[in-house]
């Protein structure tokens, strides 16, 4: 079975910063991962090299098979991030709001998945309400309460 992330070798340097220096990683299926480390680590320099938003220095990243520098577009149709800076957006409901993310990311009718995934985090008694009106922990992912942020980042 192909990885569903795979990274080798991968550095990246910022003038005469070593943000990021030989990192290996592989992802399967079914697999969740976090990268730990102290500030100035190199976790979200890595995380930014896996997710196209800048070019490593040296190495290679294969996204569900797909070389991310040559095949960018198609590596990143399968992509879905949350994270604690990028909040669902005010002035929309939760559905909303989702159904936008779906479509951003290729979902012709995200429905069937925006459904499945709110009741896999049991969070359908949020769908009809404003973003604004939830609190920091509905919106913004913070350790186990990720809920909407992260439910915009998996696909069904």
Do not use: W
Not at 37 to 63: E, H, Y
Not at 103 to 127: C, S
Not at 133 to 150: D, F, M, N, T
């Amino acid at each position: 079975m192909v990885p569903v992330v795979e990274a080798s070798g991968l550095e990246k340097s910022f003038r005469d910063v070593h943000a990021v220096r030989g990192v290996d990683l592989t992802v399967r299926a079914q697999e969740r991962v976090g990268l730990l480390g102290p500030n100035g680590a190199g976790k979200t320099t890595t995380l930014l090299m896996l997710l196209g938003a800048i070019t490593p220095d040296a190495g290679r990243i294969r996204l569900l098979g797909n070389d991310l520098r040559k095949h960018r577009s198609r590596a990143m149709t399968g992509v879905g991030f949350a994270a604690g800076y990028l909040p669902l957006p005010d002035r929309q409901r939760v559905r909303e709001a989702l159904d936008i993310y779906g479509r951003l990311y290729g979902l012709r009718n995200p429905r069937p998945a925006i459904d499945e995934t709110l009741e896999r985090f049991g969070i359908t008694h949020l769908v009809d309400r404003m973003c604004l009106e939830l609190s920091s922990g509905q919106r913004v992912p913070v350790a186990k309460r990720q809920r909407a942020a992260v439910t915009r980042a998996l696909r069904g």
